[in-house]
């Protein structure tokens, strides 16, 4: 069974401050590696996500994540916090049979 | 875009009901899946499908079942509803081919609350 760790249920950055959430998993194979946000009583939206190629990851609303597989991390990064950016995300791991299995989400708050 | 409809956004029940939720996609996803969110424990896998009348158990399957006559219909039943059911109920599906496996499109949740 895969395995996906967030640091930190909770990060706090001033607007224009860089966000950064970390993601590692435990996968004995190549996985699939997604990011996804919800927004209060929302399902959850993609982010972005890395299945095979590049490394570095661009997604919806500045984000990006880069892979690195000797780390087995994934972790999510946007240079500049937007109030809009105030959300909970989730990093997931697939590896390959199209099944997800889900970190237990990081909370992010922007403080103006 | 692909688009995932869970007939409820909130619901509440009484301790002992039958209670069912509906999933519908709109885009011929052969996968389809059902998990439950509570806060700390991120979303845990109750059970999914592959195909038409086929289900298999996720992680937390124990008092619930599921029902896929159709190819964009995935049902959650709770055969009898408790308190510690209560949650937030969300549908996903996905394609299954591997060149264009794109991860989840998500449902907008179903908030259960058993009373």
């Known amino acids: 069974a895969q395995s996906v760790t967030q640091l930190g249920s909770h990060v706090s950055v001033s607007e224009g401050a860089l966000v950064l959430l970390r993601c590692n998993y435990s996968s004995s194979v190549p996985p699939y590696l997604f990011w996804y946000v919800q927004y209060p009583n929302q399902g959850l939206q993609l982010l972005l996500k890395y299945t095979t190629g590049a490394t570095l990851v661009k997604g919806i609303n500045g984000f990006e994540a880069e892979f690195k597989k000797s780390e087995t991390s994934f972790h999510l990064t946007k240079p500049s916090a937007h109030m809009s950016d105030a959300a909970e995300y989730f990093c997931?791991?697939?590896?390959?049979?199209?099944?997800?299995?889900f970190g237990a989400g990081t909370t992010v708050t922007v403080r103006a | 875009d692909v688009k995932v409809t869970q007939s409820s956004r909130y619901l509440v029940k009484r301790t002992g009901e039958k209670v069912f939720l509906e999933c519908v996609q709109d885009?011929?996803?052969?996968?389809m899946f059902w998990y439950r969110q509570d806060p700390g424990l991120g979303l845990r896998l109750i059970y999914f499908?592959?195909?038409?009348?086929?289900?298999e158990k996720g992680d937390i399957p124990e008092g619930y079942s599921v029902s896929r006559e159709k190819k964009e219909r995935f049902s959650l039943i709770l055969e009898s509803a408790s308190t510690n059911q209560t949650s937030m109920y969300l549908c996903?599906?996905?394609?299954?081919?591997?060149?264009?496996?794109?991860?989840?499109?998500f449902g907008s949740g179903t908030r259960l609350t058993v009373v």
């Open positions: 499908s592959y195909d038409v009348k086929m289900k």
């Open positions: 996903a599906s996905s394609i299954s081919s591997s060149e264009k496996f794109y991860g989840y499109t």
């Open positions: 885009m011929d996803h052969e996968n």
């Open positions: 997931a791991v697939s590896p390959n049979d199209y099944k997800l299995s």
